[in-house]
Protein backbone atom coordinates (compact mmCIF):
# COMPACT_ATOMS: atom_id res chain seq x y z
CA UNK A 1 0.00 0.00 0.00
CA UNK A 2 1.45 3.57 -0.87
CA UNK A 3 1.95 5.78 1.60
CA UNK A 4 0.14 8.81 2.64
CA UNK A 5 1.73 11.87 1.60
CA UNK A 6 1.29 15.44 3.06
CA UNK A 7 2.63 18.21 0.98
CA UNK A 8 4.25 21.24 3.06
CA UNK A 9 4.27 24.14 1.02
CA UNK A 10 2.89 28.09 0.55
CA UNK A 11 4.56 29.44 4.06
CA UNK A 12 5.03 32.52 5.04
CA UNK A 13 8.66 33.49 3.36
CA UNK A 14 9.07 36.14 0.35
CA UNK A 15 9.06 32.86 -2.02
CA UNK A 16 5.18 32.32 -0.74
CA UNK A 17 4.16 32.30 -5.11
CA UNK A 18 7.43 29.96 -5.68
CA UNK A 19 6.42 27.69 -3.22
CA UNK A 20 2.60 27.71 -4.23
CA UNK A 21 3.89 26.39 -7.74
CA UNK A 22 6.46 23.83 -6.33
CA UNK A 23 4.02 22.46 -4.29
CA UNK A 24 0.89 22.52 -7.10
CA UNK A 25 2.78 20.70 -9.27
CA UNK A 26 4.15 17.92 -6.62
CA UNK A 27 0.62 17.17 -5.23
CA UNK A 28 -0.55 16.94 -8.57
CA UNK A 29 2.26 14.44 -9.70
CA UNK A 30 1.30 12.56 -6.47
CA UNK A 31 -2.31 12.03 -7.03
CA UNK A 32 -1.39 10.89 -10.75
CA UNK A 33 0.73 8.42 -9.18
CA UNK A 34 -1.63 7.05 -7.06
CA UNK A 35 -0.63 8.44 -3.75
CA UNK A 36 -3.28 9.76 -1.06
CA UNK A 37 -1.79 13.42 -1.19
CA UNK A 38 -2.71 15.80 1.96
CA UNK A 39 -2.51 19.35 0.72
CA UNK A 40 -1.07 21.13 3.61
CA UNK A 41 -1.10 25.61 2.62
CA UNK A 42 1.48 26.66 5.47
CA UNK A 43 0.65 30.18 6.78
CA UNK A 44 0.86 31.84 10.32
CA UNK A 45 -3.13 30.57 11.25
CA UNK A 46 -2.18 26.94 10.67
CA UNK A 47 1.55 26.41 12.02
CA UNK A 48 0.24 24.86 15.13
CA UNK A 49 -1.76 22.59 13.29
CA UNK A 50 1.29 20.61 11.80
CA UNK A 51 0.81 17.75 14.12
CA UNK A 52 -2.48 16.53 12.31
CA UNK A 53 0.30 15.62 9.64
CA UNK A 54 1.35 12.58 12.31
CA UNK A 55 -2.03 11.07 10.00
CA UNK A 56 0.26 10.79 7.15
CA UNK A 57 3.47 8.52 6.60
CA UNK A 58 5.44 11.21 5.42
CA UNK A 59 5.47 15.02 4.72
CA UNK A 60 6.87 16.36 1.25
CA UNK A 61 8.49 19.80 2.00
CA UNK A 62 8.13 21.66 -0.70
CA UNK A 63 8.35 25.08 1.39
CA UNK A 64 11.22 27.61 -0.01
CA UNK A 65 12.84 30.69 1.73
CA UNK A 66 12.70 31.35 5.66
CA UNK A 67 11.35 29.25 8.14
CA UNK A 68 10.88 26.10 5.34
CA UNK A 69 14.69 26.22 3.88
CA UNK A 70 16.72 26.96 7.15
CA UNK A 71 16.12 24.50 9.35
CA UNK A 72 13.30 25.96 11.32
CA UNK A 73 10.32 23.86 10.32
CA UNK A 74 12.09 20.76 10.35
CA UNK A 75 13.37 21.03 13.73
CA UNK A 76 9.28 21.68 14.49
CA UNK A 77 9.05 18.54 12.49
CA UNK A 78 11.15 16.51 14.37
CA UNK A 79 9.70 17.59 17.82
CA UNK A 80 6.59 16.45 16.44
CA UNK A 81 8.15 12.80 15.78
CA UNK A 82 7.00 13.79 11.56
CA UNK A 83 9.32 11.73 8.73
CA UNK A 84 9.82 14.60 6.17
CA UNK A 85 11.39 14.35 2.58
CA UNK A 86 14.97 16.70 2.48
CA UNK A 87 17.56 17.76 4.18
CA UNK A 88 17.29 17.61 8.60
CA UNK A 89 17.50 20.20 10.54
CA UNK A 90 21.36 21.30 10.97
CA UNK A 91 21.89 20.72 7.40
CA UNK A 92 19.60 22.60 6.35
CA UNK A 93 20.45 26.02 8.76
CA UNK A 94 23.73 25.58 7.49
CA UNK A 95 23.13 25.68 4.07
CA UNK A 96 20.71 28.04 4.10
CA UNK A 97 23.28 30.41 5.50
CA UNK A 98 25.92 31.65 2.72
CA UNK A 99 28.28 32.81 5.02
CA UNK A 100 28.71 29.60 7.08
CA UNK A 101 28.16 27.70 3.98
CA UNK A 102 31.42 29.64 2.65
CA UNK A 103 33.47 29.28 5.89
CA UNK A 104 32.78 25.62 5.59
CA UNK A 105 33.46 25.23 2.49
CA UNK A 106 36.61 27.70 1.71
CA UNK A 107 39.30 25.00 2.28
CA UNK A 108 37.40 22.79 -0.10
CA UNK A 109 36.49 24.63 -3.20
CA UNK A 110 36.93 27.87 -5.11
CA UNK A 111 34.85 30.64 -3.97
CA UNK A 112 34.74 34.26 -5.13
CA UNK A 113 36.52 36.80 -3.44
CA UNK A 114 33.78 37.55 0.02
CA UNK A 115 33.57 39.50 3.02
CA UNK A 116 30.03 39.56 5.53
CA UNK A 117 29.33 43.35 5.94
CA UNK A 118 27.19 44.89 8.36
CA UNK A 119 27.91 48.40 8.34
CA UNK A 120 28.97 50.52 5.56
CA UNK A 121 32.15 51.13 7.33
CA UNK A 122 32.75 47.38 6.49
CA UNK A 123 33.11 48.32 2.78
CA UNK A 124 36.66 50.08 3.43
CA UNK A 125 39.30 48.51 0.94
CA UNK A 126 36.84 46.49 -1.13
CA UNK A 127 38.15 47.10 -4.76
CA UNK A 128 36.84 44.37 -6.80
CA UNK A 129 34.29 45.52 -9.44
CA UNK A 130 31.76 44.93 -10.46
CA UNK A 131 30.54 43.81 -7.18
CA UNK A 132 27.65 42.03 -5.90
CA UNK A 133 25.86 42.23 -2.69
CA UNK A 134 23.33 39.46 -1.27
CA UNK A 135 21.27 38.53 1.43
CA UNK A 136 23.27 36.31 3.94
CA UNK A 137 20.13 33.79 4.65
CA UNK A 138 17.14 34.24 1.35
CA UNK A 139 17.09 32.42 -1.83
CA UNK A 140 15.42 32.72 -5.62
CA UNK A 141 17.89 35.72 -6.07
CA UNK A 142 15.54 38.04 -3.66
CA UNK A 143 17.76 40.96 -2.43
CA UNK A 144 20.48 40.40 -4.81
CA UNK A 145 22.13 43.99 -6.72
CA UNK A 146 25.04 44.17 -8.51
CA UNK A 147 27.46 47.36 -8.42
CA UNK A 148 30.03 48.97 -10.67
CA UNK A 149 31.32 51.60 -8.69
CA UNK A 150 31.97 52.32 -4.68
CA UNK A 151 29.35 55.09 -4.88
CA UNK A 152 27.09 52.34 -6.00
CA UNK A 153 28.11 50.07 -3.64
CA UNK A 154 28.06 52.32 -1.13
CA UNK A 155 24.17 53.03 -1.71
CA UNK A 156 23.20 49.57 -2.25
CA UNK A 157 24.53 48.20 0.93
CA UNK A 158 22.96 51.11 2.91
CA UNK A 159 19.35 50.05 1.17
CA UNK A 160 19.64 46.31 1.77
CA UNK A 161 20.25 46.99 5.72
CA UNK A 162 17.21 48.18 6.16
CA UNK A 163 15.77 45.28 5.31
CA UNK A 164 18.64 42.46 6.09
CA UNK A 165 20.61 42.24 9.51
CA UNK A 166 23.87 41.36 7.41
CA UNK A 167 24.60 41.09 3.79
CA UNK A 168 27.31 39.02 1.76
CA UNK A 169 30.13 41.13 -0.72
CA UNK A 170 31.69 39.49 -3.13
CA UNK A 171 33.02 39.81 -6.78
CA UNK A 172 30.55 39.47 -9.57
CA UNK A 173 31.98 36.71 -11.43
CA UNK A 174 31.34 36.36 -15.09
CA UNK A 175 31.13 33.39 -16.59
CA UNK A 176 29.33 30.44 -18.00
CA UNK A 177 26.73 29.59 -15.26
CA UNK A 178 25.59 26.27 -14.07
CA UNK A 179 22.98 24.52 -11.76
CA UNK A 180 23.97 20.66 -10.80
CA UNK A 181 21.11 19.09 -9.14
CA UNK A 182 21.70 16.01 -7.06
CA UNK A 183 19.38 13.28 -6.43
CA UNK A 184 20.08 10.05 -3.71
CA UNK A 185 20.29 6.51 -5.19
CA UNK A 186 21.25 3.46 -3.21
CA UNK A 187 22.18 6.16 0.16
CA UNK A 188 24.82 7.84 -2.01
CA UNK A 189 24.43 11.53 -3.82
CA UNK A 190 23.52 10.74 -7.74
CA UNK A 191 23.91 14.08 -10.07
CA UNK A 192 21.80 14.63 -12.80
CA UNK A 193 22.78 16.07 -15.84
CA UNK A 194 24.55 19.23 -15.47
CA UNK A 195 22.71 22.46 -16.89
CA UNK A 196 23.86 25.49 -18.05
CA UNK A 197 22.01 28.50 -17.39
CA UNK A 198 21.80 31.83 -20.20
CA UNK A 199 19.75 34.53 -18.87
CA UNK A 200 18.70 37.69 -21.04
CA UNK A 201 19.14 40.00 -18.19
CA UNK A 202 22.61 40.97 -16.38
CA UNK A 203 21.97 37.97 -14.58
CA UNK A 204 19.89 35.10 -13.07
CA UNK A 205 17.95 37.24 -11.16
CA UNK A 206 14.41 36.39 -9.61
CA UNK A 207 12.47 37.97 -13.15
CA UNK A 208 15.13 35.44 -15.34
CA UNK A 209 14.22 32.40 -12.55
CA UNK A 210 9.91 32.98 -13.08
CA UNK A 211 9.40 34.46 -16.22
CA UNK A 212 9.11 32.27 -19.76
CA UNK A 213 11.53 33.54 -22.29
CA UNK A 214 13.37 35.13 -20.13
CA UNK A 215 16.40 32.34 -19.94
CA UNK A 216 17.80 30.19 -22.07
CA UNK A 217 19.13 26.52 -21.01
CA UNK A 218 21.56 23.55 -22.07
CA UNK A 219 21.54 20.38 -20.87
CA UNK A 220 23.78 18.92 -20.65
CA UNK A 221 26.00 22.21 -20.41
CA UNK A 222 28.58 23.04 -22.96
CA UNK A 223 31.93 22.29 -21.12
CA UNK A 224 34.57 19.65 -21.63
CA UNK A 225 34.51 16.57 -20.14
CA UNK A 226 37.33 17.03 -17.43
CA UNK A 227 35.12 19.88 -16.04
CA UNK A 228 31.68 18.15 -16.01
CA UNK A 229 33.62 15.22 -14.07
CA UNK A 230 34.77 17.77 -12.22
CA UNK A 231 31.75 19.38 -11.02
CA UNK A 232 30.17 16.01 -11.19
CA UNK A 233 32.68 14.76 -8.00
CA UNK A 234 32.51 18.36 -6.15
CA UNK A 235 28.82 18.00 -5.96
CA UNK A 236 28.90 14.81 -4.40
CA UNK A 237 31.82 16.11 -1.87
CA UNK A 238 29.37 18.96 -1.03
CA UNK A 239 26.31 17.08 -0.91
CA UNK A 240 27.72 14.53 1.42
CA UNK A 241 30.06 16.78 3.21
CA UNK A 242 26.71 19.40 4.13
CA UNK A 243 24.75 16.25 5.06
CA UNK A 244 22.49 16.94 2.52
CA UNK A 245 19.45 14.56 2.16
CA UNK A 246 17.19 13.11 -0.76
CA UNK A 247 17.97 16.31 -2.90
CA UNK A 248 19.93 19.41 -3.38
CA UNK A 249 21.21 21.87 -5.92
CA UNK A 250 24.12 23.46 -6.40
CA UNK A 251 25.01 27.12 -8.21
CA UNK A 252 27.88 28.30 -9.43
CA UNK A 253 29.83 29.97 -12.04
CA UNK A 254 32.78 28.67 -14.70
CA UNK A 255 35.68 31.58 -15.32
CA UNK A 256 38.63 30.68 -17.31
CA UNK A 257 38.26 27.19 -16.42
CA UNK A 258 37.66 27.13 -12.83
CA UNK A 259 34.49 26.63 -11.40
CA UNK A 260 33.69 29.15 -8.50
CA UNK A 261 31.03 27.92 -6.19
CA UNK A 262 27.82 30.02 -5.42
CA UNK A 263 25.38 28.07 -3.15
CA UNK A 264 23.85 24.54 -2.46
CA UNK A 265 19.89 24.82 -2.20
CA UNK A 266 18.31 21.70 -0.20
CA UNK A 267 14.83 22.26 -1.50
CA UNK A 268 15.30 23.01 -5.21
CA UNK A 269 12.22 25.14 -7.02
CA UNK A 270 9.90 22.35 -8.60
CA UNK A 271 7.90 24.73 -10.87
CA UNK A 272 7.31 24.14 -14.98
CA UNK A 273 10.95 26.39 -15.14
CA UNK A 274 12.82 25.04 -12.21
CA UNK A 275 16.13 23.83 -12.78
CA UNK A 276 16.43 20.32 -10.87
CA UNK A 277 13.13 18.91 -13.30
CA UNK A 278 14.84 20.61 -16.36
CA UNK A 279 17.97 18.43 -15.62
CA UNK A 280 16.02 15.22 -14.85
CA UNK A 281 13.86 15.62 -18.57
CA UNK A 282 17.62 15.16 -19.93
CA UNK A 283 18.15 11.62 -18.40
CA UNK A 284 14.44 11.00 -19.75
CA UNK A 285 12.64 11.23 -16.11
CA UNK A 286 9.56 12.80 -15.74
CA UNK A 287 7.93 15.27 -12.80
CA UNK A 288 6.34 12.53 -11.69
CA UNK A 289 9.39 10.06 -11.67
CA UNK A 290 11.51 12.80 -9.80
CA UNK A 291 8.90 13.11 -7.25
CA UNK A 292 8.19 9.41 -6.82
CA UNK A 293 12.01 8.57 -6.49
CA UNK A 294 12.66 11.79 -3.32
CA UNK A 295 9.21 9.93 -1.59
CA UNK A 296 11.27 6.53 -2.18
CA UNK A 297 14.12 7.89 -0.59
CA UNK A 298 12.36 9.26 2.37
CA UNK A 299 10.60 6.57 2.52
CA UNK A 300 13.66 4.34 2.70
CA UNK A 301 15.04 6.27 5.35
CA UNK A 302 11.93 6.20 7.83
CA UNK A 303 12.04 2.04 7.49
CA UNK A 304 15.92 2.49 8.36
Known amino acids: ?15 RSISLKSGAN ?3 ALEALGYEVVPYDLGHSNIRDIESLKSCDIVFNALHGRFGEDGCIQGYMELLELDYTGSDTHS ?9 TYRLL ?6 PEWRAVNSPDQLA ?5 PALIKPIDEGSSIGIEICDDARSLQEALSRSLKVYRRMLLEEYVEGTEVSISVLVKDEKPFVLPV ?8 FYDYEAKYTAGMTDFLVPADVNKEMLKELEDMSERVFSYLGCRDLARIDGIIRDGVF ?3 EVNTIPGMT ?3 DLPLSARALGMTFSDITEWIVGEASSRKKG
Not at 93 to 98: A, P, R, T
Open 125 to 129: GWDRF
Open 106 to 111: KDMIQL
Open 26 to 28: IIS
Open 1 to 15: MKPRIAVLYGGISRE
Open 195 to 202: LEIMPKKR
Open 260 to 262: YFL
Open 92 to 100: SSICFNKET
Open 272 to 274: DLS
